[in-house]
């Protein structure tokens, strides 16, 4: 079965601290793809960071990078320098056959001033 | 960038009527969009893919004849909650993956707010 899973429902990070949103994920497919989105309170998808399941590199974005263990199955964001506008929901994704979306249950993330 | 927009963004409407919702890619083609539902607090649910030219796809569990999708053309999917109840008020968000583009590049709408009273 094709899964994601996202363990933490709220983590509270301290500005200008780091902070890691844990994701794993399942499936059988030897090519997929896996994503990060942030959604603040006004409900809009904002795409951070990819990660296609043969790059050899982890994909890093600015202040976010990806941190892709293949044999775990895990795709951990992290986020360097969290400034207040951090604050929001994170959901990681992975794309499945068709090119649909298959998301986890999303981490609220606190940056705490 | 890419932009996929919705319409309306929110709408309230009374039980018993139809409610349409309009995704639009506005400077790519679009040969498919999704259409997910979110729950307050909750994930983001896949419930058909559309595909232009072409019935879309229901995931398991989405009724097709409540949940009616239309995509007429490369750059507009319409979905329509018919007879909506209040069970259907939620937040409908589309998606669509520009077909020139790479693997990665799937697009999310604003999204629409429904209220059914």
């Known amino acids: 079965a094709q899964k994601i899973t996202q363990t933490q429902p709220g983590m509270f990070v301290q500005e200008k601290e780091a902070v890691t949103l844990d994701c794993t994920y399942d499936?059988?497919?030897?090519?997929?793809?896996l994503f990060w989105y942030k959604q603040p309170s006004s409900g809009e998808m904002i795409f951070l960071i990819y990660?296609?399941?043969?790059?050899?590199q982890n994909a890093t974005e600015g202040r976010y990078s990806l941190n892709f263990q293949k044999a775990r199955k895990s795709a951990n964001l992290v986020i360097s320098a969290s400034q207040l506008g951090d604050s929001a929901m994170y959901f990681c994704?992975?794309?499945?056959?068709?090119?649909?979306?298959?998301f986890g249950q999303g981490t609220e993330l606190s940056v705490k001033p | 960038g890419a932009v996929v927009s919705q319409h309306p963004s929110r709408v309230i409407c009374k039980s018993g009527t139809s409610v349409k919702i309009e995704c639009r890619s506005l400077?790519?083609?679009?040969?498919?969009m999704f259409w997910y539902r979110q729950f307050p607090k909750q994930s983001l649910m896949l419930m058909a893919t559309?595909?232009?030219?072409?019935?879309?796809?229901?995931e398991q569990g989405v009724e097709k004849d409540k949940f009616l999708i239309n995509h007429a053309s490369l750059t507009l999917s319409t979905l329509t909650v018919t007879s909506a109840h209040p069970e259907d008020s939620s937040f409908y968000i589309c998606?669509?993956?520009?077909?020139?583009?790479?693997?990665?590049?799937?697009?999310f709408g604003p999204g629409t707010r429904l209220l059914v009273l």
């Open positions: 994704a992975m794309r499945v056959s068709g090119g649909k979306l298959i």
């Open positions: 990660q296609g399941s043969y790059d050899q």
């Open positions: 559309s595909n232009e030219g072409s019935k879309a796809t229901y």
């Open positions: 400077d790519f083609q679009a040969t498919t």
């Open positions: 499936t059988s497919d030897p090519s997929y793809g």
């Open positions: 998606s669509a993956r520009d077909g020139q583009g790479a693997e990665e590049t799937q697009y």
